[in-house]
């Protein structure tokens, strides 16, 4: 993506500074953490009201504290009086960090995806494109959400390993050699090494890693079968080659609806799983409308309801096309 998830064109999704963008996503991230948190500390709270009543029904028994602390109500709220401030000071700096951690995470994940558009050819709006739909097929297809996030940070980085293809074989205009065909399908291992010590983006290693693979066993680098590949990344395989028929190209015009669907039919079973084969024929005519056929300004709008979901973790099943 040479321009991504900004609402001005210089930008990138690492510049934050003065963006909008930072202020909704800020909102989202500490609205979600909030949630978190709330589930978190109210069970730890009332442990803290039992156990600090439970001391101060032990303190009443020592003269001439337990004088004042006869009535119930009293040692409640003198209990809640002293835990009260305490709690509602740690859950600030534990939000304030959280929200500081994750928007590092999404800055990362802007400056990444840059990195890879301005390395390749790749559009920007291609790594929008195929993000938006796997999400969207994940919900369809019944995808584990727990799997949902590496999926869609894995769809907009899922060329990462381009970057160390030299620029020779990478750029090159022509037909690749054989040797050079080789070395081109080592992005996927280059994509392995780049994200392998991050443990925020493990989950799209499955993606980075797999994406090339086929249900027959005849894709690369490891040639997997079936379900030895990652649903993620059999899943994602649909939505790219999706991508790739219906986008115009350099070398190519763009290729219809039907006419995308006839050609990735023919890969039942070859190239893709036919289950989310079938998953995917059900929603494909509302994508092509509303994700294939738009601009990168509307692109950018989706992407980002998508991170809003995403991190306020509302549940991706209720997600609509």
């Not at 064109?9 to 909704?24: A, N």
């Not at 994940?109 to 050819?121: F, N, P, T």
């Not at 938006?132 to 390993?161: Q, S, Y």
């Not at 350099?250 to 893709?272: T, W």
Request: aromatic share 8%.
């Amino acid at each position: 993506m040479s321009r991504t998830l900004t609402t001005e064109p210089s930008r990138h999704m690492g510049d934050f500074e003065t963006s909008g963008i930072e202020l909704r996503l800020r909102h989202s991230v500490r609205l979600g953490i909030w949630k978190r948190l709330l589930w978190r500390f109210v069970p730890a709270a009332l442990m803290f009201v039992i156990l600090g009543s439970a001391l101060l029904e032990a303190a009443k028994r020592i003269p001439p504290v337990g004088g004042a602390l006869q009535s119930p109500a009293i040692v409640l709220l003198f209990t809640v009086a002293i835990l009260f401030p305490l709690i509602v000071l740690s859950a600030r700096k534990v939000l304030a960090l959280t929200v500081g951690f994750e928007m590092a995470h999404l800055e990362l994940l802007g400056v990444l995806s840059s990195a890879i558009a301005k390395r390749d050819d790749a559009t920007e709006e291609h790594n929008l494109r195929v993000a938006i739909m796997a999400v969207h097929l994940a919900v369809a297809a019944g995808l584990d959400p727990r799997l949902i996030r590496g999926l869609f940070v894995g769809a907009l980085l899922h060329d990462i390993g381009k970057i160390g293809v030299p620029d020779g074989i990478l750029l090159k205009p022509g037909k690749l050699s054989p040797d050079e065909r080789r070395e081109m399908e080592r992005h996927v291992v280059y994509g392995d090494e780049i994200l392998q010590d991050s443990t925020w983006l493990h989950g799209a290693g499955r993606v980075v890693h797999c994406h090339h693979e086929r249900f027959d066993g005849g894709g690369y680098p490891e040639g997997r079968k079936g379900f030895e590949i990652p649903p993620e990344a059999r899943l994602f395989a649909i939505v790219d080659t999706f991508d790739a028929l219906t986008s115009e190209r350099p070398y190519k015009q763009p290729i219809g609806l039907e006419g995308a669907l006839r050609i990735m039919e023919r890969e039942r079973g070859a190239h893709f799983d036919p289950a989310y084969l079938d998953a995917f024929k059900k929603i494909a005519g509302a994508l092509y409308t509303k994700v294939v056929s738009i601009g990168s300004e509307d692109l950018k709008e989706l992407v980002l309801e998508l991170i809003e979901r995403y991190y306020t973790k509302v549940d991706p099943r209720r997600l609509e096309i």
